[in-house]
């Protein structure tokens, strides 16, 4: 299921990343990469506060549609 489905605080594991080669490699670029840990801290809007490896990142709920977890 995509990111945007996530519950709050729970820990899941990122299966892969979808999109085009420029977006996937940003979202490689901020730790979002197959088998790390993401928790949802926060969403407003869709879009979403994540901590993923101790670190806090928000994004759009574009971008969390092609993270499946």
């Known amino acids: 299921m995509p990111l945007t489905l996530a519950a709050l605080g729970q820990d899941y594991i990122i299966k892969r990343i979808g999109g085009n080669p420029d977006v996937r490699a940003h ?22 506060i994540v901590n993923i490896k101790n670190t806090r ?6 971008m ?3 993270i499946m977890i």
Not at 27 to 48: C, R
Not at 57 to 62: L, P, V
């Open 64 to 66: 969390a549609g092609k």
């Open 27 to 48: 979202l490689q670029n901020l730790g979002f990469v197959s088998g790390a840990t993401v928790k949802v801290v926060s969403s407003m809007g869709g879009n979403l």
């Open 57 to 62: 990142i928000a994004i759009s709920k574009e």
